[in-house]
């Protein structure tokens, strides 16, 4: 694909239910990251990946948060019990290495009822 | 730590008048700085980055950014405003922790343009 892709655009789901957000990033792209923007604010960072491997976790709000990249291309954040407090945009963006451009989605939403 | 501040959360601009959005960033290592723009229902397009080359930096769109380190400012400029350049902009700093990967995002500029 000529972009990073997520899905679904659109989550609907009631809290106490697990989600699953996918991102598929630019074809190659060694590096893969998680953000999550809440309305009216600007992305902040959750994880990130080199190959399959979390180089860094630490904007994961907590334990029901996680992330995995297992093939090194797609990941997939996992949001277990799902809270209101957890709605926001979530976006994905890749990097060809390390430290390099990050390339965004168009992010999915999220709406806890 | 680094971050930035988006002095203004909405600027408004008629059509083929000059665009000032402003950013002030705080670092103590020489910053990487970006800026971004989200236009509805689409993802985050990087319009410049300045990564310690020239101070002035010349974008897509005809978008310009200037690093002035005495005043820690990057602010985003455009001779003309075109209505196709009404969007959210987002200054944005790499972090010096983490191997440089993280970045850290401005609250954003909504940017409105009136015929």
């Known amino acids: 694909g000529a972009g990073v892709s997520q899905s679904p655009r659109y989550k609907v789901t009631k809290r106490g239910q697990d989600v699953a957000l996918r991102c598929d990033p630019i074809?190659?792209?060694?590096?893969l990251y998680w953000y999550r923007q809440a309305l009216g604010q600007g992305p902040e960072f959750l994880t990130y990946?080199?190959?399959?491997?979390?180089?860094?976790k630490s904007g994961l709000p907590n334990d029901r948060f996680s992330a995995e990249r297992p093939e090194g291309s797609i990941s997939t954040l996992t949001i277990q019990r799902t809270e209101q407090r957890d709605s926001a945009m979530y976006r994905c963006?890749?990097?060809?290495?390390?430290?390099?451009?990050?390339?965004f989605g168009p992010g999915t939403r999220l709406l806890v009822l | 730590a680094q971050s930035v501040t988006q002095l203004d959360s909405h600027v408004s601009v008629s059509e083929g008048t000059p665009v000032l959005l402003r950013c002030n960033y705080s670092?103590?290592?020489?910053?990487?700085l970006f800026w971004y723009v989200q236009h509805p229902n689409k993802g985050l397009q990087l319009l410049l980055k300045?990564?310690?080359?020239?101070?002035l930096v010349k974008g897509i769109n005809g978008f310009e950014a200037e690093f002035k380190k005495s005043e820690t400012s990057f602010h985003l400029t455009k001779p003309s405003a075109h209505m196709s350049d009404a969007a959210e902009y987002f200054c944005?700093?790499?972090?010096?922790?983490?191997?440089?990967?993280?970045?850290?995002f401005g609250a954003g500029t909504r940017l409105a343009v009136h015929p």
């Open positions: 963006a890749s990097s060809f290495t390390p430290g390099e451009t990050q390339y």
């Open positions: 074809s190659g792209h060694v590096s």
């Open positions: 990946f080199n190959y399959e491997a979390q180089q860094d």
């Open positions: 300045y990564t310690s080359a020239a101070t």
């Open positions: 670092s103590s290592y020489s910053p990487s």
């Open positions: 944005v700093v790499r972090s010096a922790s983490g191997g440089y990967n993280k970045l850290i």
